[in-house]
């Protein structure tokens, strides 16, 4: 007899198909605690995920004919594995809706182009694209989570704004709750209802990350205002600040206590200007590349940082020319000479011909507080009491927390008669406590009795800084009656409430009316479509719509359903 | 084909012979009517724009949470409960194309009311001049969205017998697919949590597909699949539950 062989197709296999099938349960529920309970799926949901899609497909291999007759059978039908059917269908239906999305295949059918951009706006925004000099742009939309729905519009317009600017122009949605650090940088509030600003539109720098300090903030979702701020961030405008080297004036790249590095690289990288260190040999020589009064230059400014020499005579003639033509001067002027020889911002050859061309020149004295002073030292005067008009002064005037530190400064004079068509404003004035000494000895004091006040000193409130502008030539001047404004020691102070940057840096953005510069960029102007105008309701037609509205369709429809039930009504009867 | 134009010319025919149908849309009209003489009273003396009027059929996707499972109520509950869907299924008919057919019909008086309410629409083409465009948007929209609240309703109605359950259970079915934005946002604000939770629940309802785009104009492809999905879905398991009777019985 002999024993049939088995057949080896039919042999149980090792482990039972069904324990893949809860190895899969397994695996699904762990990708399911993952996602409810962490806030990213991470690699334990992936793993559990994985191990699931793997279970079905070994149990798939195991035990096919389950397979086929779970899909196709009468069970799949009517039975237990409907709802596992309906299941699988409804994800497959999810599969398609994700994919469909992520095409971004959408169509504005409004007449007036709410989600889409004009033609205006699609011009402008297709000649950044290919503009090699404007920078990519980053749309900041700042959305917290119950405003979806606003966010789904805006994403629209984002679309639309990426694809005419080739991607030039790219966006990002920032939930300012969950992001509160990035709102306060671009200075968006953080509840929907009360934001001040919801959007900010920032260039990129070289890394491809937005710079929050070059944002401009729009409030709403407005094509016109958004296009007007990316103008406003692509226009770099061509910025020139020269500083003058001779003799011992500050270095532009001295990175020590008494250089001008913080302001260099202010002025270079968050602003974009071209900052160079220029002797006379190269503003004067015939052959120069730098051209003052260049007229293709957007602004241009000529600053000297101190100088205890005077200028000669012809490079004096120089600057004073520089000016008559409409030049920006901006000077810091250094301390008194220990052996009262006159420095570079009170040699007479410059200094009578601000006298009498703008009303302003530097004293020879010194500036001394002993109240309003940093440390209790008589020469580093605290000066908080500064114009709340000018653009200069206006953004720390006022607060009683911000000063200036003036160290060894002079004081500045006025003329008692102010030149025709000239402007001047008393930018920083020292307290009513100072005084001034004109004895250069007082600055090799090793006491502070040594510099206190005399009878015949003279009393304050002294000027410290003045700006003066002649509206017929266009020339601007600042004084500085301190060499140690602009320095690093003072402007990296900037937030302990020292104002010494601010006040250096906007002096020059006055003098070249560099944030007048913006409002002359072509602006977009909100185009009027026929949807806007109001409606008209003459009383006749009033009483039509109401007569319409009101009556005529509803009890209309509901004549029709009286006149159908009676029709039944008697049909059931006969 | 013909099977499911049989079904649903009877099912309309008895939509268009019931009082309730013609109630339902006097109450509707009625109330739109008010609201829009109103309205546009009020935005006659402010100034106001024709599209700030253009608001009727997003009402009336609100109300859909009520009127769709009055309409749709009766559609199988009253079959199974008068014991007449077991001798319809012995007709040489499919329950997918029985389902569809009367999906249809009751679609079909729906879109008769929504066309009806384009009577305001001509009214603000009068007295000013409203984006067309997105009054298109707005009834596509409005249109889709009165189907798959329909569909979804339909699902209560094959599951019980009681016409009133099923009236109640659509309501609540529609009423949290309404509110799924909201749930979305308070789960999203919650510490901890998988911020794509909260975008899965939002996308799952009916506001995030109509509210934010179609209702201003604006016709995105996955919301037209979200919709007519909707309506896949829903009747795929209204059918799956007519078959699992029909073969229990």
Avoid: C
Avoid at chain 1, 94 to 121: C, H, M, N, P, W
Wanted: proline share 4%.
């Amino acid at each position: 007899m002999t024993t049939p062989n088995p057949n080896l197709n039919e042999q149980e296999p090792f482990i039972p198909p069904f324990y893949m099938l809860i190895l899969a349960g397994i695996g699904l529920l762990i990708a399911v605690v993952v996602a409810l309970t962490q806030a990213t799926f991470s690699v334990v949901g992936w793993g559990g995920l994985g191990l699931a899609v793997l279970s079905v497909i070994v149990w798939g291999f195991m035990a096919p004919q389950q397979v086929k007759s779970m899909l196709t059978g009468r069970t799949a039908r009517y039975g237990g594995t409907t709802v596992l059917i309906t299941a699988l269908f409804l994800i497959a239906l999810i599969a398609v809706y994700s994919f469909v999305k992520g095409r971004s295949l959408r169509l504005d059918l409004t007449q007036r182009d709410t989600f889409s951009l004009t033609e205006d706006t699609r011009k402008a925004i297709a000649g950044l694209a290919v503009e090699p000099n404007v920078p990519n742009i980053r749309i900041l939309a700042f959305y917290e989570t119950a405003d979806a729905s606003q966010r789904d519009q805006a994403s629209i317009l984002f679309d639309d704004y990426a694809k005419t600017s080739q991607n030039k122009i790219s966006y990002e949605f920032v939930d300012p709750v969950r992001s509160p650090g990035l709102a306060q940088a671009y200075k968006i509030q953080s509840t929907s209802s009360s934001s001040i600003s919801r959007f900010a539109v920032a260039p990129l720098d070289a890394e491809g990350n937005p710079i929050p300090d070059k944002a401009q903030t729009v409030s709403f979702l407005s094509q016109e205002d958004l296009t007007n701020a990316i103008m406003r961030v692509a226009a770099s405008g061509d910025f020139r600040a020269y500083f003058l080297s001779v003799g011992d004036t500050l270095k532009l790249t001295d990175t020590g206590g008494s250089g001008m590095s913080d302001v260099n690289s202010v002025l270079k990288d968050t602003f974009n200007w071209k900052t160079e260190e220029v002797n006379m040999v190269d503003l004067t020589a015939p052959q120069s590349s730098i051209q003052l009064n260049d007229p293709a230059a957007d602004g241009e400014v000529l600053v000297v940082a101190g100088g205890t020499t005077p200028l000669s005579d012809a490079q004096a003639k120089f600057i004073t020319d520089y000016l008559d033509k409409g030049g920006k001067l901006v000077i810091y002027a250094a301390p008194l000479n220990a052996d009262g020889t006159p420095t570079l911002a009170t040699a007479d050859n410059l200094s009578s011909y601000l006298y009498s061309n703008f009303g302003v020149r530097f004293a020879n004295d010194v500036v001394l507080d002993q109240q309003q002073a940093v440390n209790g030292i008589p020469f580093f005067v605290a000066a908080s009491n500064m114009d709340t008009f000018s653009s200069i002064t206006r953004d720390v005037a006022g607060n009683a927390n911000v000063f200036a530190i003036f160290n060894t400064s002079r004081s500045i004079e006025l003329a008692p008669t102010t030149p025709a068509n000239v402007t001047i404003t008393q930018l920083v004035q020292s307290s009513g406590t100072s005084y001034a000494k004109t004895d250069p000895a007082v600055l090799q004091a090793t006491e502070i009795s040594q510099t206190d006040a005399a009878e015949t000193d003279a009393k304050g409130p002294f000027v410290l800084a003045a700006s003066a502008e002649n509206s017929q030539t266009g020339a601007m001047v600042v004084l500085f009656g301190s060499v140690d404004v602009p320095t690093n020691q003072y402007t990296l102070l900037s937030q302990q409430g020292v104002a010494n940057r601010t006040i250096s840096l906007t002096s020059l953005f006055w003098t070249t009316k560099f944030e007048d510069f913006f409002t002359q960029i072509p602006q977009l102007a909100a185009q009027q479509r026929p949807q806007d105008a109001p409606i008209v309701v003459a009383p006749e037609v009033g009483r039509n719509v109401n007569f319409l509205t009101l009556i005529l369709l509803p009890f209309g429809v509901l004549a029709i359903g009286i006149a159908v039930w009676w029709n039944s009504r008697e049909k059931r009867a006969s | 084909m013909r099977q499911i134009f049989a079904v649903f010319k009877r099912e309309l025919g008895l939509y268009f012979r019931s009082p309730v149908a013609y109630a339902i849309a006097f109450g509707l009209l009625l109330f739109f009517g008010i609201l829009f003489s109103n309205s546009l009273s009020q935005a006659a003396v402010q100034q106001g724009t024709a599209d700030q009027l253009n608001f009727i059929p997003s009402i009336l996707t609100f109300l859909l949470f009520l009127v769709a499972p009055l309409l749709t109520m009766r559609l199988i509950s009253e079959e199974t409960r008068e014991g007449t869907l077991e001798v319809l299924m012995t007709l040489p008919i499919r329950e997918s194309q029985f389902i569809i057919g009367k999906f249809l019909a009751v679609w079909a008086y729906y879109t008769v009311i929504l066309l009806l309410t384009l009577v305001y629409y001509y009214v603000l083409t009068v007295v000013g001049v409203p984006d067309t465009g997105r009054t298109v948007g707005m009834y596509l929209g409005a249109w889709l969205y009165g189907g798959a609240t329909l569909a979804v309703t339909m699902i209560w109605s094959a599951v019980t017998e009681d016409q009133v359950v099923a009236a109640f259970l659509g309501a609540a079915t529609v009423l949290v697919l309404y509110l799924a934005e909201v749930a979305a946002s308070a789960i999203s604000n919650l510490p901890n949590v998988n911020p794509a939770i909260g975008t899965f629940i939002r996308e799952l309802g009916f506001q995030a597909h109509y509210d934010a785009t179609m209702l201003n104009g604006v016709i995105r492809a996955e919301d037209i699949l979200y919709f007519v999905f909707m309506i896949v879905a829903a009747l795929f398991i209204t059918t799956r539950i007519v078959e699992v009777r029909r073969w229990k019985s």
